[in-house]
């Protein structure tokens, strides 16, 4: 019998226990339908913003086509997590068997080092938009779009398959609760009964590299954009030029300060609740605040939402009027 308990415990093969974000609260009750709510904001935010590109022609460009693509992202990032958050605090339930805790994680590194790629990608975007708007038909032509677009895909997913093999193979002998409320490596990590210092030094420079090629792409365009904007004879001109870069910064300062925090920062910084609300900053809220902000402050976008607004008030008045 002890024999099969510890061949258990080290094939990995037991549930774990997800402590989760409601365990922390006085109030869980309430946290759940917050958290469902934004859940509701984002799918519902994302996909208008999505139905909107993709409807309106005059939103048929690369920087449009990549906001889509982020939509995209961000509705897929936030259904790894807070379906499964939600349906176990509703049902009384905080299991998670190993091959799920896998296929989470797998899917939550592919997923947000997609993003870390795209947002490179759409900052080269404004460079050559800005910098170069002679040559931008011919840099970012249609064909461009789309090896842009996997190549961010291919290397996020470069990120799952090398870290979630690893992590999980890891024997677990010690707790097998996971005082997160998802598989996030570093909180599974820390379950090991093993000597992980090797892999979470390599783990490290992963994540810089991850983050470094993204951020010296975004720093160098933004750099010479910068340059650009400041040479600009019209006010008009550089207006328009800083508030659409704006948008996208304030988006990347969002998302990679998060996850700085998670990979990049000391243990000695890190504790589970603090690791928690980070996360779930960059995992649930980021998700909801990026249709915002590409959204209300950009006017291509209002305008096309007011088209449509009408399109349906005009078809609504028509049907009453033949009834």
Known sequence: MANSTWAANHTGQLDFILMGLFSQSKHPALLCVVV???FLMALSGNSILILLIYSDTHLHTPMYFFISQLSLIDMMYISVTAPKMLMDQIMGVSKISAPECGMQMFLYLTIGG???FLLAAMAYDRYVAICHPLHYSMFMN???WL????GCWILGSVDGLMLTPITM???FCRSREIHHFFCEVPAVMKLSCSDTSLYETLMYLCCVLMLLIPVTVISSSYSFILLTIHRMNSAEARKK???TCSSHMAVVILFCGAAVYTYMLPSSYHSPEKDMVVSAFYTILTPVLNPLIYSLRNKDVTEALKKVLNEVSVFQKSKIFLH
């Open 142 to 144: 249609h064909k461009v």
């Open 241 to 243: 030029a800083f508030a």
């Open 169 to 171: 193979t890891f024997p």
């Open 114 to 116: 997609s993003e870390y």
């Open 147 to 150: 090896l842009l677009v996997s």
């Open 36 to 38: 469902f709510v934004i």
